[in-house]
């Protein structure tokens, strides 16, 4: 075989792999190398660990798949950092140890009057920690950027400042790691390792509501940092008066720096986010049908691309262009579906009828993963849908304390940020849950 053989093939099967599995595929397939192809063994160069470790995660079946289609036989793939790109490793490392979402960037964030003091401050802070804004406390409903926006300034902050440590996580993560560290009896531990941060970034600190001693925690942790000069980047779903049970001391912290809310996105922010989503994902749509879509859903930017994920199923199993017809008959349950109030019930029903387990087994004492999994799911979607307590969430799950489910929480949280399945699947579930036909 020829070099330009080995390329011609190897075209073949990126190609393939982006109609695989149409909602991994992305645009910087096209700057894949082959670094070694024999012997039934691809071995594929990348431009850096964030991409290595995409195509690891969601796309490796897809490009095994893709091979053997196209060699006709068992081909073993494996993804690389490509060997002459060895300058950017120490970078790539960082970068990748923060486990950030690689499609969370500045470069693939829309701005828009609904949120371009969100961006701007956000940029502004990853040129120049702890000197502009701090803390940085951006507050909006959900599926609106926020978390997309804390992994843009962690990237922004991290090409700029090497050597910044950042400690980057939910705030469950936080309070699950502070537990622990208690339990433990390492609160040292707990207490260098984020006392001593450059940056420290909590999504969603919201849920240090009902958590008084980690609050206390907290404060100290704000205190240190912030006398330092050191930066606080934190996000909520409301303003920092507006979070329940809050302590008035860190409340007032919270308005020391700059607080910025992201609102709903108007009709032509929309309509960029659906173009730049979809030219992501190497697919071209006319401004015909991203208006149509961005017309159908209005609130939630998460939803935006759950519906631009049907319209691909349905143009790859159909294997027809996408046309104004085909997506008005993708979105057409979108159309006919409207919110409503939801109760941990409804949750129960779609995850178990997604699982096919029973409620039963879902509170019964079972810890093998075919049950822990949906339990688990059921709490993180209760979390983020309702507004029950950890502990009612655990009454309704076989009793289980408010522990296990803020360990559930954080775990399925993490796994949404650095697992594309897992982000899809949840994107479908709270699609099934906030949506109900008619009547
Ligand atoms: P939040 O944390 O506010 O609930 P996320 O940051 O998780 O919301 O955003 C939900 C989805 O919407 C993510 O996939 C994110 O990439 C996308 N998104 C949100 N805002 C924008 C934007 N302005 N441009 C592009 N994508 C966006
Ligand atoms: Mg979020």
Redesign the pocket.
């Known amino acids: 075989m020829t070099a330009q053989d080995t390329e011609n093939i190897f075209t073949d099967i990126v190609e393939r792999a982006k109609a695989v599995e149409p909602a991994n595929a992305r645009k910087w397939f096209d700057d894949l190398k082959v670094v070694h192809f024999e012997a039934g063994s691809l071995r594929i160069g990348c431009p850096d660990e964030a991409a290595v470790r995409f195509l690891r995660e969601y796309c490796k079946a897809g490009f095994t798949r893709a091979a053997q289609q196209v060699t006709g036989h068992l081909v073993s793939v494996d993804f690389r950092v490509h060997p002459y790109r060895k300058t950017a490793r120490k970078l790539d490392h960082a970068i990748a140890e923060l486990r950030l979402h690689p ?2 960037t500045f470069e ?5 009057p609904s ?1 371009r003091l969100a961006h701007a401050s956000c940029i502004a802070v990853s040129h120049s920690l702890g000197n502009t804004y701090n803390p940085l406390f951006l507050y ?10 804390l992994h843009a300034v962690c990237y922004g902050a991290k090409r700029r400042f090497q050597d910044a440590a950042i400690q980057f996580l939910s705030c469950e993560g936080f309070v699950n790691k502070f537990i622990r560290a208690i339990e433990e009896g390492n609160l040292a531990g707990f207490q260098s390792q984020f006392r001593t941060a450059d940056v420290l970034v909590i ?1 969603d600190v919201q849920f240090l509501r009902e958590r008084e001693q980690s609050q206390e925690e907290f404060f100290h942790t704000f205190n240190a940092l912030y006398n330092n000069g050191k930066q606080i980047i934190l ?1 909520a779903d409301s303003p920092p008066g507006k979070i329940p049970s809050l302590e008035e001391r860190l409340i007032s912290r919270f308005n020391w720096g700059l607080v910025a809310r ?1 609102d709903p ?1 108007s009709y032509e ?1 929309r309509v960029a ?1 659906v173009q ?2 979809a030219h992501s994902r190497g697919l071209n749509i006319s401004d015909e049908i991203a208006g149509y879509v961005a017309r159908k859903v209005r609130a939630n ?2 939803e ?2 759950g519906a631009l994920t049907s319209l691909y199923a349905m143009a790859t199993t159909t294997g027809k262009q996408i046309t104004l017809e085909l997506a008005q008959r993708a979105l057409d349950d979108q159309d006919r579906l409207t919110p409503r109030h939801i109760s941990i019930t409804d949750i129960i029903e779609v995850v178990t009828s997604h699982f096919d387990v029973r409620l039963a087994d879902l509170q019964s004492k079972k810890r093998s993963q075919s049950i822990t999994e949906p339990r688990q799911i059921c709490m993180y979607l209760a979390r983020n849908l309702t507004k029950h307590s950890l502990e009612e969430i655990g009454g309704h799950l076989g009793g289980r304390d408010h522990t296990t489910v803020m360990h559930a929480c954080s775990k399925i949280g993490d796994a949404e940020s650095t697992d594309a399945k897992m982000h899809a699947l949840l994107n479908e579930l709270t699609r099934k849950i906030t949506q109900t036909p008619e009547a």
């Open positions: 499609d969370y693939n964030f829309v701005v828009g949120n909006g409903n959900s599926g609106l950027g926020k978390t997309h926006l999504d996000s992201i996105p922010t986010i730049k989503k930017i998460r935006l691309e």
